[in-house]
């Protein structure tokens, strides 16, 4: 059974560009979840899709933004990139919202310049 | 908002020593969980806790849900050098039907001489 992939692993991009990451959850897994995790903040939820609806969103702002596909992979967008937008940012799978049994992926490491 | 204290921020330890580390808040939680997070990948479950007063083990963890429901600890037996890693605790709050929030700790990173 595949894990949840996440792409691009790597990826630099310049302040005032923006950026789509996808997150493919484990199959029959149908919540995603996407966290940001940096050093000084750790890690913080984004937001959560079921679906294809949004079910929970974090403090973040709108810059951040996501959707989900039938077949539950997920993609976030960042628009207008700033330099503190530069972090690890993982996306977890579970079968429904809010349960404990969420796998996360490795993740897609972003740096803005 | 919630916040979660976890402490400490990182420890070292000799090979065959015990760990503990806990986490803290001012909200209570329905439930609490504990992740490991290795170099390059993403945090692993490793104990979850469902109820105030409970007590579970994975192996040589241990973990503890608090009687408040404000607090949880973990405690690691007999360390092994691939029990290095950063150590998050994260506290679930339900508020009905499919809501809820998940807060995590700043991590407590573990490392471990051979």
């Known amino acids: 059974k595949a894990g949840v992939t996440q792409t691009p692993r790597y990826l630099i991009k310049t302040r005032g560009q923006q950026v789509t990451l996808s997150c493919s959850p484990i199959?029959?897994?149908?919540?995603v979840s996407w966290y940001q995790q940096t050093p000084g903040q750790g890690l913080q939820f984004l937001f959560e899709?079921?679906?294809?609806?949004?079910?929970n969103k974090g403090n973040f702002p709108g810059r951040f933004s996501g959707r989900q596909f039938s077949n539950s992979r997920s993609e976030m967008n960042v628009s207008t990139l700033e330099l503190g937008d530069s972090a690890l940012y993982l996306c977890?799978?579970?079968?429904?919202?809010?349960?404990?049994?969420?796998?996360f992926g490795q993740g897609t490491r972003l740096t803005v310049v | 908002g919630q916040q979660l204290n976890q402490s400490p921020q990182s420890m070292f330890i000799q090979e065959g020593e015990d760990v503990s580390m806990n986490c803290t808040s001012s909200?209570?939680?329905?439930?609490w969980l504990w992740y490991k997070q290795d170099p390059g990948e993403g945090p692993v479950l490793l104990i979850a806790?469902?109820?105030?007063?409970e007590l579970t083990s994975n192996g040589r963890l241990t973990a503890q849900f608090g009687i408040t429901r404000k607090d949880s600890f973990l405690n690691i037996s007999a360390s092994i050098p691939s029990d290095v890693g950063i150590y998050f605790c994260?506290?679930?709050?339900?508020?009905?039907?499919?809501?809820?929030?998940?807060?995590f700790g700043k991590g407590t990173l573990l490392t471990v001489n051979p």
């Open positions: 977890a799978s579970s079968l429904f919202p809010g349960n404990t049994e969420a796998f």
């Open positions: 199959s029959g897994h149908r919540s």
């Open positions: 899709y079921f679906s294809e609806t949004q079910r």
């Open positions: 909200s209570i939680f329905n439930t």
């Open positions: 806790l469902y109820k105030a007063g």
């Open positions: 994260a506290g679930l709050a339900r508020s009905g039907g499919s809501n809820y929030k998940l807060t």
